[in-house]
């Protein structure tokens, strides 16, 4: 699968927004500045949107829970959230709430405070 081109120059995308009247567009890092409402391409093209899996929850330390995506992307996400999407992959990622995780585990929890 091919990664989407700036649509105002042959850059690779790395947002997707709207221009001008609201069409959507692609732009690169230098062309940013076009779009409004923009959001960030997946590096890797968006290769599992539509997808869901089930994932652990990593703490870093205490306000840090990260989901583990089976691309192998680490991605932060809020300690009351049960779902995500991967930035990398765009896959739906669905987790125990990572607050209730680390309550019914006091030994993790003590390893982090
Ligand atoms: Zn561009
Ligand atoms: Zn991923």
Request: hydrophobic content about 30%.
């Amino acid at each position: 699968m091919s990664k989407p081109k700036c649509d105002f120059c042959s850059d690779p995308a790395v947002w997707d927004g709207q221009y001008e009247g609201g069409t959507w567009a692609y732009a690169c890092k230098r062309h940013d500045w076009l779009l409004s409402n923009k959001r960030r391409l997946p590096l890797q093209g968006n290769k599992n949107r539509g997808r869901e899996a089930a994932v652990e929850i990593e703490w870093e330390d205490i306000d840090t829970p990260r989901a583990l995506c089976p691309c192998g992307r680490k991605q932060l996400v809020e300690p009351d959230a049960t779902e995500g999407y991967c930035m990398d992959c765009g896959m739906h990622l669905r987790f125990e709430e990572p607050m209730t995780q680390l309550m019914e585990n006091p030994e993790a929890l003590e390893g982090l405070l």
